[in-house]
Structures are given as C-alpha cells and as structure tokens.
C-alpha cells in the first residue's frame, strides 16, 4: 500500500464520491454553525424547501456578536439581536441543537468543540469560519467555509472539494524558556507570509510539536488560515486521547477502546511525501510581536520595525508604507519602545485556561501600567468558570483587568469591545488587519505572556528578561 | 446562479497586495441577515478614508472587472465579500493569486476568479489606470482575457467551468448522489460523536 499523510487518510476515510476530473464529494462528520455565516444559509433552506439532512452532527452556538459584559440585560445592539433571534429560531425550525446564551457550555465555536469532545482524531469538521482550522489540533481534518458551502452542508451533510496539497511544517527541539506556541506560528507566517501556505494543508510535526499541550497546538492549527492554509493538523497521540477522554461527548467503554484503535492508525507513514516541506529549529525561534497590518508583519521582540528601504520589490515597499502609515509607526524603531493603550486576552486563539494561566502568572501581585486599559475575555464559559476555581480572575482584576463574559469579543469588535480610533493594542487574537478590533484601531499580535507582560509595562517588553 | 459565457466590460485597479475580507466587507455589515444588498458597503472604510479611492472615482464606477494584487481575499471565510463586489457590479477579478476559501466562494455564487502570470496582472493594471474606459473580454468557454493588443490565457479547473458556463448549484448536484451518501453513513463508525448523545 502506497505511503500516505495523516491528511490523505483523514481525506481518503471522507470520501462519499470521487470521479476523476471531478472535486471529490466529502461526508462531514460534525457541522459547527454560528449566528454569523449561517442565516442566509438557513433562508435559503427554506425557501428551496429543504431540510437539515443531519441534526445530530450538527451544534450551534452564538460568539460574534455576544456581550461580555452585562449579559443578563440581553442582547442591546438590535442588529446582533436580530442576527441571534434568527440563529435561535432557525435551530428550532430546523432541530439543530443549539448551546444559548445562558448555557455554561457556551463560547467560542473552536474552543467549545474540543472542550466538550465533539472534536475527535480522525473527523471533519467544518463550520463557515475560518478558524475552524483549529480543531485539526487532535487530527481532525477541520477548515472554513462560506454561506453557499454551509447550505450545501445542511442539506446535504457533504462537501465537493478539490484535494489541497500538503505540506508538513517540522518543528524541531526544545522550545527556550518564554516562546510559545503562538510564538512558533507567528514565526512560521512572519517567514511564509499570509499567502504562503496557500492550496495546503499544514502538518505540524517533530519533537517541539508532540512535547506541547493540547492548548499549545491548537492555537497553532488555529492560526494555519493566516498563512493561508486550508487547514492545519497534528497527528494525534497519547497527549490527544488523555485530552479526550472522559469529555461529555467523547466516546465510552467499549466504544472507546474501538476508537482509540483507530486513532492510533492516525499519523503519517514514514515513507509519505508532502508536496512542500519546511523546517523550523525551535532554539532559533524568539517572542514575536506583529508591527503591520497582515499577521506576515511580524518580528522578533529584538528586532527593528521595517524601514520600506528593506523591500525587496514595489509591492512590498507600498505594503510596509501603507501598513507603517495606518500603524503609525516609524521604520527602524525597536519594537519594545512602542507604548501601548489596550490588551486583549482572549480569543480562539488563545482563549484557553492555560493561556489565561500564562498570562496570570506575569500579572500576579503587579498593576497594569497607567495609560493601559485591558481586558480578559475567557473562550467559553467553562473556561471562565475553571479560571474562577483556579483563582485567575481574582489576579487580574486586582492588577486592573477587566474580567468579561465569554465570546469572541474584541478579536474582531462585532460586539461592543472595539478600540477607538488611533487605539493601539497588544492582543492575543489572530488578525491584525486595518479596523479589524475597531475602525482605526492599530493591533499587535503576541502571546499571552507578551501580552500580559506590556500590559504591565505599558510597552512591548521581551517575556525572556520578565521578573 | 446566473451562468457566465463572456464578460465585456471596464477595469477597476486595485494595486495593493494580500487585500483581506475585513477591508473587503468590514464586519458592521455582517450583522446584517439578508443575503442580497451588500453593494454598497464593499471596501466602506477605505472609501471613506480616501476620496480618491479606486470605488468612489466616477469613470470607474462603472467597472465590471476588478484587478488587483496577489493574495486577494486573505483572512475571514465571510461570503459577504464576495456578495459585496458581485452586487456592486463586478462581474469577475483578475489577480495573480486568491486566497483559498474566497476563491470557493466567488465560484458558488458565479463571481469569475480568473488567475493570469504577475506581468499580465501588472499590464492589464497599467492600462486600467490610464484609460479608465477600455473595455477588456474575458471568455469562459476560451479561458481568455482579451483588450486591444493584450491578449492572456487563464486556468480554471473543467468541472468549475461547466458549473459556471451552466449556472449550476452545487446542492442539486450533490444531491444526484443521495444513494451514495446514505451508503457512506451505513460505514461510518459507531464511535463517533452526536449532539444528542452528551
């Protein structure tokens, strides 16, 4: 038998139809639908009179346009309440399971998937966003899609695709003291570029892979769409089954055993070529911080912001110029004496209780720098209610933090956490685009502790050099 | 979906590499439930922040072909963007190189995504900034671009192509293959996960 990638075999065990000169017809395993992307697709269900073909592989939740703050008044932007009544009335409509606002179980789509083991080894899963690439984190073959495509999954259960290609990303050793996860796959973009992986799936591997948590990876996969990737994936291993078992959805018995057998069947074989390759030393890697307005625009805490002298080509001269006007940033300034407005904590990135430990841990017993507004926004509810066990929220509201209600909040300002204009924020979300966190709002991607850490200092500081 | 034979019509350039769905739909106008009326609220925060922007100069108001650098439509799955751009008015984008997810879109709703060589996209680009008039062919069925002293050949998988030349949707296709899929889910392991079963 032919060598092949874990992708290949998640692939080829989805393979409902393949005809040559044809995109091979996939059967989705588990839809994830939220109040965003989903209601024109409900329409049009209705109108063309059909029916949810699968509403047990189906879960709904509300994030995007959520409150963190003062829930119980409700939903007060009439226009996110609109789109959150149609999400609710249509799951009724249309028998799909929905996690509402008052359930604990609520969060974001991508942190609440893994969290309640609806995400396993081996699945598909798609959900018309494009951080769905995150739950290929426990092997699982996840990635965005649009309104037409999340009709098409309602309906139907399936998904025409053309094979990506793929590309394994290797990590090798050990991770210094002070780089994260998120530091690795902001270096794997600041070197690929947003467009780099384009056409792909990304396979992380190699010993700095398989020695981090499941928290770790799946920011990683998380951010694998910012290097434009179809999706990102791990193999999975034992770290994956302990994360699994036991979770509210998670196989039981007998039934758990028979998957585990299949799961471990679940990594690329030793002879399997990728079409694109690339290698990463993990001692080489440093904190990253984002200066420009695509995730590409990263550089090392050490390093200089781009001076457009350094381009290489027009293109990229008129990019660094734009990206350094809108920043308001000045080429060759270190980027640790770029001073701070807001932090944002949160996100499907790093939303996760050990990112929010990460971050408590350099807060604990300090204050937030004067000029420094800045707030938590757990990932799901569960995750709020194990920092509150855990003592987390007790650390950062005596360092000044807002501690917030669930949701995807200001990682893309569609609820009422927005910079204002001219705001600059160190965050731990996934995209630093032109008013991505507000209109006029200037983002800097980092890791929790880097966020944590300029939190405190008012400034970009190195973790590394943190006591 | 309206099928696609020929596209005659202006260029709108847009010079600027890696251009994001954010930019291309800002996220005010993803509240909205509708599926229809995007148009005018394609690129609204840079045509706000620039009177000179590509959108709001009259002699390209009219463009029906938009081209622009490589990377296009990088970043959020949103298929208001493409929404947007088909509602203002454009018919087809040329660039060097899509980003994947907004590439699909464009193909469900029958916005033509056509990839030329970077110095096709930079000629076409050049000519669309000094004569906001000029009218360029773009032929499905030949998979060509054509203008007076231009002419490029494009790539687009056969089976993209007939769905387009055809206005075909994806769902009424895929549900010829119904026996298929309710065969595949006889297969599928009893392992694994069901919302009704937590």
């Known amino acids: 038998?032919?060598?092949?990638?874990?992708?290949?075999?998640?692939?080829?065990?989805?393979?409902?139809?393949?005809?040559?000169?044809?995109?091979?017809?996939?059967?989705?395993?588990?839809?994830?639908?939220?109040?965003?992307?989903?209601?024109?697709?409900?329409?049009?269900?209705?109108?063309?009179?059909?029916t949810v073909r699968r509403p047990d592989l189906t879960l709904a939740t509300i994030d995007?346009?959520?409150?963190?703050?003062?829930?119980?008044?409700?939903?007060?932007?009439?226009?996110?309440?609109?789109?959150?009544?149609?999400?609710?009335?249509?799951?009724?409509?249309?028998?799909?399971?929905?996690?509402?606002?008052?359930?604990?179980?609520?969060?974001?789509?991508h942190i609440i998937g893994p969290e309640q083991g609806i995400t396993q080894p081996g699945m598909l899963i798609v959900c018309g966003d494009s951080h769905t690439s995150t739950?290929?984190?426990?092997?699982?073959?996840?990635?965005?899609?649009g309104t037409s495509e999340v009709e098409h999954v309602l309906a139907t259960q399936t998904l025409p695709q053309d094979r990506p290609h793929s590309m394994a990303v290797t990590v090798e050793g050990d991770l210094p003291t002070g780089v994260t996860a998120k530091d690795i796959i902001l270096g794997v973009i600041a070197q690929i570029g947003t467009g780099g992986a384009s056409g792909h799936v990304i396979e992380y591997r190699g010993s700095t892979i398989s020695g981090l948590s499941m928290e770790g990876r799946m920011t990683i996969c998380n951010m694998s769409i910012?290097?434009?990737?179809?999706?990102?994936?791990?193999?999975?291993?034992?770290?994956?089954?302990?994360?699994v078992e036991g979770r509210p959805f998670a196989p039981r018995g007998s039934a758990w055993e028979a998957a585990l057998e299949e799961w471990r069947q679940l990594s690329t074989d030793p002879n399997a070529d990728f079409d694109t390759e690339l290698f990463f030393q993990a001692n080489r890697l440093e904190p990253y911080v984002s200066w420009g307005t695509n995730p590409g625009q990263t550089i090392p805490v050490t390093a200089a912001i781009p001076h457009p002298d350094q381009a290489e080509n027009p293109t990229e001269r008129d990019s660094i110029e734009r990206a350094l006007a809108y920043m308001d940033l000045v080429?060759?300034?270190?980027?640790?004496?770029?001073?701070?407005?807001?932090?944002?904590?949160?996100?499907?990135?790093?939303?996760?209780?050990?990112?929010?430990?990460?971050?408590?841990?350099?807060?604990?017993?300090?204050?937030?720098?004067?000029?420094?507004?800045?707030?938590?926004?757990?990932?799901?509810?569960?995750?709020?209610?194990?920092?509150?066990?855990?003592?987390?929220?007790?650390?950062?509201?005596?360092?000044?933090?807002?501690?917030?209600?669930?949701?995807?909040?200001?990682?893309?300002?569609?609820?009422?956490?927005?910079?204002?204009?001219?705001?600059?924020?160190a965050s731990t979300s996934n995209r630093n685009f032109e008013g991505r966190q507000?209109?006029?709002?200037?983002?800097?991607?980092?890791?929790?502790?880097?966020?944590?850490a300029a939190a405190i200092a008012g400034h970009f500081v190195d973790v590394r050099e943190w006591n | 979906m309206k099928p696609i034979n020929t596209i005659v019509g202006s260029l709108a350039p847009l010079p600027r590499a890696n251009v994001d769905t954010d930019q291309i739909m800002p996220k005010k106008y993803l509240k909205r439930v509708e599926r229809t009326g995007y148009g005018e609220f394609v690129f609204a925060e840079w045509r706000e922040a620039d009177p000179q922007f590509v959108l709001n100069r009259p002699e390209y108001r009219n463009a029906r072909i938009l081209v622009t650098g490589p990377n296009f439509g990088s970043g959020s799955s949103r298929?208001?963007?493409?929404?947007?751009?088909?509602?203002?008015?454009?018919?087809?984008?040329?660039?060097?190189?899509?980003a994947d997810i907004f590439r699909n879109n464009c193909t469900k709703i029958g916005l033509l995504p056509v990839e030329l060589s970077e110095k096709e996209v930079a000629w076409l680009m050049e000519l669309a900034e000094a004569d906001p008039s000029v009218q360029v062919e773009i032929s499905l069925p030949d998979q060509s671009v054509t203008t007076e002293g231009f002419s490029a050949e494009f790539v687009?998988?056969?089976?993209?192509?007939?769905?387009?030349?055809?206005?075909?949707?994806?769902?009424?296709?895929?549900?010829?293959?119904?026996?298929?899929?309710?065969?595949?889910?006889?297969?599928?392991?009893?392992?694994l996960p069901s919302v009704t079963t937590g």
């Open chain 2, 156 to 191: 687009i998988d056969p089976y993209t192509r007939w769905r387009l030349e055809n206005g075909l949707d994806d769902i009424g296709l895929s549900l010829r293959h119904t026996d298929l899929i309710a065969e595949f889910e006889a297969t599928r392991p009893s392992y």
């Open chain 1, 135 to 145: 739950h290929g984190a426990l092997g699982a073959l996840a990635f965005g899609i």
């Open chain 1, 331 to 425: 080429g060759g300034t270190p980027i640790t004496e770029v001073e701070i407005d807001r932090v944002f904590l949160g996100s499907c990135t790093n939303g996760r209780i050990e990112d929010l430990r990460a971050a408590a841990s350099i807060v604990e017993g300090r204050q937030l720098a004067e000029h420094v507004s800045a707030m938590v926004v757990p990932g799901s509810g569960l995750v709020k209610l194990q920092a509150e066990t855990e003592g987390l929220d007790r650390i950062f509201k005596e360092a000044g933090f807002e501690w917030r209600d669930a949701g995807c909040s200001m990682c893309l300002g569609m609820n009422p956490d927005i910079l204002n204009p001219g705001e600059r924020c």
């Open chain 1, 226 to 243: 910012e290097g434009g990737a179809r999706a990102g994936m791990i193999a999975p291993d034992d770290i994956t089954f302990a994360y």
């Open chain 1, 438 to 452: 507000g209109p006029g709002g200037r983002t800097h991607l980092v890791s929790p502790a880097m966020a944590a």
């Open chain 1, 1 to 50: 038998m032919t060598a092949r990638t874990l992708f290949e075999k998640v692939w080829e065990n989805h393979l409902v139809r393949h005809s040559p000169g044809e995109p091979d017809l996939l059967y989705v395993d588990m839809h994830l639908v939220h109040e965003v992307t989903s209601p024109q697709a409900f329409d049009s269900l209705r109108m063309q009179g059909r």
């Open chain 1, 64 to 109: 995007h346009g959520v409150p963190t703050l003062n829930r119980h008044l409700g939903i007060t932007d009439p226009m996110s309440r609109i789109q959150i009544d149609a999400l609710v009335r249509n799951c009724e409509e249309f028998g799909v399971k929905l996690f509402g606002l008052d359930d604990p179980r609520s969060g974001i789509v």
């Open chain 2, 79 to 98: 298929e208001h963007a493409p929404w947007g751009l088909q509602d203002w008015g454009f018919e087809a984008i040329v660039t060097f190189s899509f």
